[in-house]
């Protein structure tokens, strides 16, 4: 692997110089969205002008990301009224489960602790979770009314995070849907999605999500030092976001942009201290239990690791799932990079974002219903095609049913309700394969660019900002021999050219 000055362009100058405004419109574009559209009337018309009006792409996508949020409260009714207070069993078999009212209590809230301060008592002596996401859960509880007995209050508390957290999925749907100028509408995906509807009230990681997704917007507008401060605070509230460096890495290695990157990565780097330092100084032992919490967790559910535990019958300790994880990621890491360097035409930011996330998803030792929200934002912009999308989040949605009615299977004792041990493997290895079959699609459009609905449209990398267009001067293999084009000419759409040695 050697420099290469300049070999290549990944450009398409006609897009830019001459700004091509014309916004894609899915119901064009895709049979499925096409199909799909006929529940509200059909496809857009051909002749109609996007962008008009008070209902602009962005705000129908807001809107819908609202309702269908409101939908998933709804679906958390028969535990918001009940089951959560009532035994274990039935927050199961209605597929209710929420973490925030459970915790009010079991962290200290109620009782006005403050978290990371004040010794917890039980097995967790402080709270066990990301510094800005506690802040999250302190805001929501001086939010909660006092008064009432502990099912009120928890009630009270579930709402107050709820509503908050219905801020963070429209702002996840709206970043979204800006970040790719021309497909405004890719927003819906992440909108519709069921999986965002039903596990966006188990736990607070729409938070980070919706960090992680403005973040990507600022990167697509050229805006590097912002981009570093909202995935430092991304971090600051969820581990996970901080994996967006590495592809971020070499993207920048490929085509050069050492400055930029170095400016994100600062702004990361002090956003996150500026949230942790406080804390760290000030209460070290309390700062440092998300971190021995993530290592000393046992294996746990939904998790390949758990699979290969539960049908060998041999346990895997936390330090060996650690350790499988980390040479997996390794690994993961290395085949991200060479994707980077010998692909035709230089990966998109947030296809080798999807990947890299994917693949943490994929080796962890747990795999929380909710971690879904990670993958969900990413998906959208690397793969933007509803038939792909819709398969992944059916296996979700499948998987989502099944860690449920394992559980009210494990805890309803001899009644022996729900699903016994071999349906919620199956339940995996769908989550598994969906997830798979969703990084094979991302792969092949990495290797095969006139595969990729993006770039079909005539573009380079609309969120890949500074690298959008950008010369390329470190690649390999393949990409060391300047390619003809990018894609046959889309019907109504432009040939993309690149390859073209600087004169």
Known sequence: MSPMPSLQKTSAPQDRSQGRSQT??????????????ELIGGPYGRRAVTGTGQLTPVRVIALVAIGMFALGMVQKLPCYNWAWFRGTTSQYTHACYSDIPHL?????????????????????PFLEYPVLTGLFMEVAAWLTPGGGDTMQQEQSYWLANAGLLMVCAAVLAVCVARTHRLRPWDGL??????????TATINWDILAVALTAAAILMWSRERPLAFGILLGLATAAKFYPILLLCPLLLLCWRAGKWREYGTAVLGAGGAWLVVNLPVMLLAPEGWKQFYLFSRDRNVDFGSIWLLVSQRTGDAITPDQANLYAL????????????????????PRFVQLAFLIVAAFVLTNKVYSPQYVLWLVPLAALARPRWRDFLIWQACEVMYFVGVWMYLAFTTSGNAKQGLPVDGYQFAIVLHLLGTLYLCAMVVRDILTPEKDPVRQDGGDDPSGGVLDGAEDVFVAGRAAHPARHAAPPAEDGPRVEWGTPRS
Do not use: C, E, Q, W
Request: hydrophobic residues 55%.
């Open 24 to 37: 894609v419109i899915p119901t064009h574009r895709d049979k499925v969205a096409a199909a799909g559209s």
């Open 104 to 124: 009010f209590s079991g962290r200290g809230f109620a009782d006005g602790l403050v978290p990371y301060f004040d010794r917890l008592g039980g097995d967790i």
């Open 189 to 198: 995906l992440v909108a519709l999605a069921p999986s965002v509807a039903l």
């Open 327 to 346: 040479l997996l990621m390794v690994v993961a890491v290395g085949g991200l990079a060479y994707l980077a360097f010998t692909a035709p035409r230089r």
